[in-house]
């Protein structure tokens, strides 16, 4: 104990750092425990696409949607959901959701936006295009 009171009175800074970094860790960790949104594996929406017919929505730019997309994806953007224009997802509410973005990082408040907007079941893909594609999981071009 005495050594740790001694770095943080030699490092000010850097404790501060860690301390930063502890509590920026907790709350992301207890927000994701406490959210209706799951997470799930790129099998999971492999298994939802097939079986229970889910929709996946991906967020990316329009330029970035046409490089490489999971197949039968709509193409939204966030500030849309944020605007409540849902276009061809509105018709889609009763069926799972699978919200994609780039990397997975970007995607939660779409998620959570979809649930307050009535959608009854949404996903979140880890680590979003950018682990389907490292998967070497098929991407659709064009559209």
């Given at each position: 104990?005495?050594?740790?009171?001694?770095f943080v009175?030699?490092?000010?800074?850097?404790?501060i750092?860690?301390?930063?970094?502890?509590?920026?860790?907790?709350?992301?960790?207890?927000k994701?425990?406490?959210?209706?949104?799951?997470?799930?594996?790129?099998?999971?929406?492999?298994?939802?696409?097939?079986?229970?017919?889910?929709?996946?929505?991906?967020?990316?730019?329009?330029?970035?949607?046409?490089?490489?997309?999971?197949?039968?994806?709509?193409?939204?953007?966030?500030?849309?959901?944020?605007?409540?224009?849902?276009?061809?997802?509105?018709?889609?509410k009763?069926?799972?959701?699978?919200?994609?973005?780039?990397?997975?990082?970007?995607?939660?408040?779409?998620?959570?936006?979809?649930?307050?907007a009535?959608?009854?079941?949404?996903?979140?893909?880890?680590?979003?295009?950018?682990?389907?594609?490292?998967?070497?999981?098929?991407?659709?071009?064009?559209?």
């Amino acid at each position: 104990m005495q050594e740790i009171m001694q770095f943080v009175s030699r490092h000010p800074i850097l404790s501060i750092a860690w301390v930063g970094l502890l509590i920026a860790v907790l709350y992301t960790t207890f927000k994701g425990l406490t959210s209706k949104v799951k997470v799930i594996t790129r099998g999971e929406v492999t298994n939802l696409i097939n079986k229970e017919d889910a929709v996946v929505v991906d967020l990316r730019q329009r330029d970035d949607f046409r490089r490489g997309h999971i197949t039968h994806s709509l193409n939204v953007l966030p500030t849309e959901i944020k605007n409540g224009s849902f276009g061809e997802l509105e018709k889609h509410k009763t069926k799972p959701v699978i919200v994609v973005d780039a990397n997975g990082m970007a995607s939660q408040e779409s998620a959570t936006l979809l649930m307050k907007a009535g959608f009854e079941r949404v996903y979140l893909l880890k680590e979003g295009i950018a682990g389907w594609s490292g998967e070497n999981l098929p991407l659709i071009r064009g559209k």
